[in-house]
């Protein structure tokens, strides 16, 4: 790897480098289209039938289902663990942000490496990661995944690892937005945190109570091009 000024800045994913809402509206938009294609149903309604269910998405519209297939003597294959597994493992259509893109477009040119470290499944968030094009400024072999790790961000190990692959860097840091796991560990370890605050949308709420003082982040910005700033320090 080229010269990385010794920092290696290190990103969550959901609701820090696209909105975790945008797959949720994917997944849904593509669980639909699938079951209106295979039975002449309505795409928009089965979409509002999830977006709008009391509890559960899938219990909705397996309970729409039922009701068409009541009606209609039409036999449904597609059950709830279909759905699950369609929301999981469907290729999401997402967008990476202009300023984000403009942002890591510059971190690169600046010789900062990146990585990311993330909870989930590892087929999950690869294809959000590919689907944003993030492996134009990532290295894969620093995305690393919770699955894949065998611990999530409430343990050391995501972080410790990151450390471990890259003994030449001298500062880390970490960027994302869920003060009740995503700064804990980056602190106790030494690493720089950055809260990127919640533009309204995040799935995960911020201000939150904490355990103890060291859940915080050291910054928080609102945009982050304002990283840029942090980073130069
Ligand atoms: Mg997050």
Redesign the pocket.
Known sequence: MSDCNGKLVVF?????LYK?RDFVASAYNTIASLLAEKYNLNVVEMIEIMTNAPINPFDSLAEYLKQYSDNSGVAIAEDIPWMIDAYRFHKPTLMLDEEFRATLTQLVADGFRLGVI??GRTVSQMNKFYALGLDAYFDCSLVLISEAIGADKSQPDAFRRMMKQNPDISQFYYV???PAK?FLWPNRLGWTTVQLNDDGR???PQSIELPTDDYRPQFSINNLSDLLGILIH
């Open positions: 969550d994913l959901d609701d820090t975790e993330t909870d994302g937005d869920n995503d995040n799935v995960h």
